[in-house]
């Protein structure tokens, strides 16, 4: 669940949680742009969780920002459980022959016997047959993702506590969150969850959540390779915070992926250059100042706003 900070655990003497299996890594090497493809699912207009301020703007931003990195993109928001059961089955059939795939959410999740769970905007907040039945478990959308040939990678912007547990047994003990990325995870499988297992994730008071900011704001980095580009997008979220909140970063060996290759202003302009939309072309000039496309998509802007 994203909610106001009220208490937060901190990771002691790390400013980023890191998880993987015996020998976990991955190794540098060449990255050809390749075919590239997401979901993005931003949900705020919960019905019996509290409604959340960020996430529709967090999926909206995302979305541009992977579009002018030459991903195919589709945004959602306000999913149901109907609605979040048809996206995934529309990303799965996307999914063949793709080089790198990219899952983001942002919303309400939950933890229930050390299983993460996505919580659709229909969801009820009852009990543990409740969550199997209702909700979205992260390992499934890990599992449905391993179609993919190459790197798969998920960015979580929810929390990773217990509420049905500690609501029904306050004294109880409390089960640490398993991976998406753990031993068990296909190869090449990265996960940044927004923070800590067991805690929660801030929502903010700006456009985007903190997690989401920080993303946001080191994707014009060029040619930085994922796990370097995690660990800073989580000393970044740390740093915002004042140390309340803390990603974690979970993988198995993979291939080096970066999300912004050289080369990938020519497969972004391909996404945006016929767009419509005048976040995907802002998007575009603030991650490629240098490119050669630049004048074209600020001409093409300035089309846009002035209704051509």
């Known amino acids: 669940m994203r909610t106001a900070l009220t208490r937060r655990a901190l990771l002691a003497g790390a400013a980023l949680g890191l998880a993987g299996g015996p020998g976990a890594g991955v190794p540098a090497g060449a990255d050809p742009v390749g075919r590239r493809v997401a979901l993005v699912v931003g949900n705020a207009a919960y019905a019996r969780f509290p409604a959340l301020k960020n996430p529709r703007a967090d999926a909206e931003d995302v979305a541009a920002a992977l579009r002018a990195l030459g991903f195919e993109t589709a945004a959602l928001t306000d999913l149901d459980r109907d609605g979040f059961a048809a996206a995934l089955g529309a990303f799965a059939s996307t999914l063949a022959g793709a080089d790198v795939a990219l899952f983001f959410f942002a919303g309400h999740a939950i933890v229930d016997r050390g299983r993460q769970y ?8 009852e009990d543990d047959a409740a969550s199997r039945r209702d909700f979205v478990e992260t390992d499934a959308v890990r ?3 391993a179609a993919v040939r190459g790197v798969r990678i998920l960015v979580l912007d929810a929390c990773r506590n217990e ?7 306050p004294g109880g003990g409390r089960a640490a969150p398993r991976p998406a990325s753990g031993p068990d995870a296909p190869r090449g499988t990265v996960t940044l969850y927004a923070t800590a297992g067991l805690d929660v994730a801030e929502d903010g008071d700006a456009r985007n959540s903190p997690f989401t ?9 060029p040619d930085l390779e994922i796990l370097p580009f995690f660990r800073a997008v ?19 060996v993979g291939d080096a992926v970066r999300l912004n ?13 016929a767009s419509g939309r005048a976040a995907d072309l802002r998007a575009f000039l603030a991650l490629h100042p240098a490119s050669p496309f630049v004048d074209a998509a600020r001409r093409r802007l300035a089309d846009l706003s002035a209704g051509n």
Do not use: I
């Open 213 to 221: 900011a920080a993303f946001l704001a080191r994707l014009p980095e």
């Open 118 to 125: 996505l919580v659709p905007v229909d969801a009820a907040y």
């Open 261 to 273: 290759p050289s080369g990938s202003d020519a497969a972004g302009w391909a996404r945006v250059g």
């Open 234 to 252: 989580g000393r970044d979220v740390t740093d915002r915070t004042g140390g309340r909140q803390v990603p974690e970063l979970a993988f198995t």
């Open 143 to 145: 599992d449905l993702m």
């Open 163 to 169: 509420p049905l547990r500690l609501r029904d047994d």
